[in-house]
Protein backbone atom coordinates (compact mmCIF):
# COMPACT_ATOMS: atom_id res chain seq x y z
CA UNK A 1 0.00 0.00 0.00
CA UNK A 2 2.93 2.13 0.91
CA UNK A 3 4.45 1.42 -2.98
CA UNK A 4 1.27 2.40 -4.27
CA UNK A 5 0.93 5.69 -3.05
CA UNK A 6 4.66 6.65 -3.19
CA UNK A 7 3.68 6.20 -6.73
CA UNK A 8 0.64 8.38 -7.16
CA UNK A 9 2.67 10.96 -5.27
CA UNK A 10 5.95 10.75 -7.52
CA UNK A 11 3.20 10.87 -10.61
CA UNK A 12 1.33 14.02 -9.18
CA UNK A 13 4.74 15.38 -8.64
CA UNK A 14 6.29 14.94 -12.14
CA UNK A 15 2.69 16.14 -13.52
CA UNK A 16 2.72 19.38 -11.29
CA UNK A 17 6.26 19.90 -12.45
CA UNK A 18 5.44 19.83 -16.17
CA UNK A 19 2.29 21.75 -15.76
CA UNK A 20 4.51 24.29 -13.71
CA UNK A 21 6.60 24.19 -16.47
CA UNK A 22 4.62 25.12 -19.61
CA UNK A 23 2.87 27.76 -17.85
CA UNK A 24 6.46 29.38 -17.08
CA UNK A 25 7.17 28.76 -20.82
CA UNK A 26 4.00 30.20 -22.23
CA UNK A 27 4.38 33.54 -19.71
CA UNK A 28 8.09 34.21 -20.29
CA UNK A 29 7.83 32.93 -24.75
CA UNK A 30 4.22 34.40 -25.77
CA UNK A 31 2.85 33.21 -28.76
CA UNK A 32 0.85 36.30 -30.55
CA UNK A 33 3.34 39.67 -31.01
CA UNK A 34 0.94 42.56 -29.30
CA UNK A 35 -1.43 44.54 -32.15
CA UNK A 36 0.92 47.32 -31.79
CA UNK A 37 3.97 45.63 -33.49
CA UNK A 38 4.09 45.82 -36.97
CA UNK A 39 6.43 43.08 -37.08
CA UNK A 40 9.33 41.13 -35.22
CA UNK A 41 13.16 41.59 -35.68
CA UNK A 42 13.83 39.20 -37.45
CA UNK A 43 10.98 39.57 -40.29
CA UNK A 44 11.29 42.21 -42.95
CA UNK A 45 9.49 44.48 -40.46
CA UNK A 46 10.16 45.64 -37.02
CA UNK A 47 8.23 47.18 -34.16
CA UNK A 48 8.88 50.30 -35.71
CA UNK A 49 6.23 53.03 -34.28
CA UNK A 50 4.82 54.50 -37.18
CA UNK A 51 3.13 57.95 -37.26
CA UNK A 52 2.45 60.71 -39.91
CA UNK A 53 5.15 62.81 -38.43
CA UNK A 54 7.75 60.23 -39.34
CA UNK A 55 9.14 61.23 -42.42
CA UNK A 56 10.47 58.67 -45.19
CA UNK A 57 13.82 59.81 -44.77
CA UNK A 58 13.62 59.23 -40.71
CA UNK A 59 11.84 55.56 -41.78
CA UNK A 60 14.58 54.54 -44.12
CA UNK A 61 17.25 55.36 -40.62
CA UNK A 62 15.58 53.31 -39.33
CA UNK A 63 14.73 50.53 -40.94
CA UNK A 64 18.92 50.78 -42.04
CA UNK A 65 19.31 50.54 -37.96
CA UNK A 66 17.70 47.77 -37.57
CA UNK A 67 19.78 45.87 -40.35
CA UNK A 68 22.59 47.06 -38.37
CA UNK A 69 21.03 45.40 -35.16
CA UNK A 70 20.29 42.68 -37.26
CA UNK A 71 24.08 42.00 -38.94
CA UNK A 72 25.75 43.05 -36.07
CA UNK A 73 24.15 40.53 -33.72
CA UNK A 74 22.89 42.32 -31.37
CA UNK A 75 20.60 39.67 -30.31
CA UNK A 76 23.01 37.28 -28.93
CA UNK A 77 23.02 39.81 -25.82
CA UNK A 78 19.42 41.88 -26.47
CA UNK A 79 16.18 41.14 -27.30
CA UNK A 80 13.46 43.63 -28.53
CA UNK A 81 9.80 42.60 -28.66
CA UNK A 82 10.69 39.15 -27.72
CA UNK A 83 13.13 38.38 -30.71
CA UNK A 84 16.36 37.61 -29.24
CA UNK A 85 18.04 36.89 -25.77
CA UNK A 86 15.44 38.25 -23.30
CA UNK A 87 18.24 38.85 -20.37
CA UNK A 88 18.72 42.28 -22.07
CA UNK A 89 15.79 43.23 -23.34
CA UNK A 90 15.61 47.02 -25.41
CA UNK A 91 12.44 47.17 -25.60
CA UNK A 92 11.37 51.15 -24.94
CA UNK A 93 15.02 51.85 -24.66
CA UNK A 94 14.60 55.47 -26.57
CA UNK A 95 11.97 56.75 -23.93
CA UNK A 96 14.46 56.08 -20.96
CA UNK A 97 17.67 57.51 -22.59
CA UNK A 98 18.77 59.91 -25.22
CA UNK A 99 20.22 59.25 -28.28
CA UNK A 100 23.85 60.37 -26.90
CA UNK A 101 23.14 57.41 -23.75
CA UNK A 102 22.34 55.39 -26.33
CA UNK A 103 25.33 56.05 -28.67
CA UNK A 104 27.18 55.62 -25.35
CA UNK A 105 26.52 52.49 -24.31
CA UNK A 106 26.80 51.38 -27.79
CA UNK A 107 30.26 52.28 -27.80
CA UNK A 108 31.34 51.57 -23.91
CA UNK A 109 33.72 54.11 -23.35
CA UNK A 110 36.45 53.79 -20.58
CA UNK A 111 33.92 55.37 -18.01
CA UNK A 112 31.62 52.81 -18.29
CA UNK A 113 33.94 49.28 -17.74
CA UNK A 114 32.74 49.53 -14.20
CA UNK A 115 29.07 49.26 -14.82
CA UNK A 116 29.56 46.47 -17.78
CA UNK A 117 30.54 42.93 -16.73
CA UNK A 118 33.92 43.12 -18.62
CA UNK A 119 32.37 40.25 -21.05
CA UNK A 120 29.49 42.67 -22.73
CA UNK A 121 32.05 45.52 -22.31
CA UNK A 122 34.59 44.07 -24.56
CA UNK A 123 31.82 42.58 -26.69
CA UNK A 124 31.08 46.34 -27.38
CA UNK A 125 34.78 47.35 -28.38
CA UNK A 126 33.67 46.01 -32.16
CA UNK A 127 31.21 49.12 -33.00
CA UNK A 128 33.77 51.30 -32.17
CA UNK A 129 34.96 50.35 -35.34
CA UNK A 130 31.01 50.92 -37.06
CA UNK A 131 30.77 53.29 -40.17
CA UNK A 132 29.36 56.46 -38.48
CA UNK A 133 26.64 56.24 -40.56
CA UNK A 134 25.33 52.44 -39.76
CA UNK A 135 26.16 53.90 -35.94
CA UNK A 136 23.57 56.72 -36.22
CA UNK A 137 20.74 54.29 -38.15
CA UNK A 138 21.51 51.90 -35.20
CA UNK A 139 21.15 54.81 -32.70
CA UNK A 140 17.98 55.90 -34.66
CA UNK A 141 16.65 52.51 -34.61
CA UNK A 142 16.86 52.19 -30.55
CA UNK A 143 15.51 55.79 -29.91
CA UNK A 144 12.54 54.95 -31.90
CA UNK A 145 12.21 52.18 -29.50
CA UNK A 146 10.01 53.99 -27.40
CA UNK A 147 7.08 51.99 -26.46
CA UNK A 148 7.48 48.69 -24.23
CA UNK A 149 6.19 45.81 -25.82
Not at 28 to 55: E, F
Not at 95 to 119: F, T
Amino acid sequence: MREQWARYIALLTGVLVLLLAMIFALIQNPSKPPASMVGGVGNKQSPIMTSPQVDVKKQALIATGRSVFETQGCMLCHSIAGKGNPRSPLDGVGGRYSAEAIRQWILAPVELKNKLPARAFQAKQTYRHLPVEELDALVAYLKNLKKEY
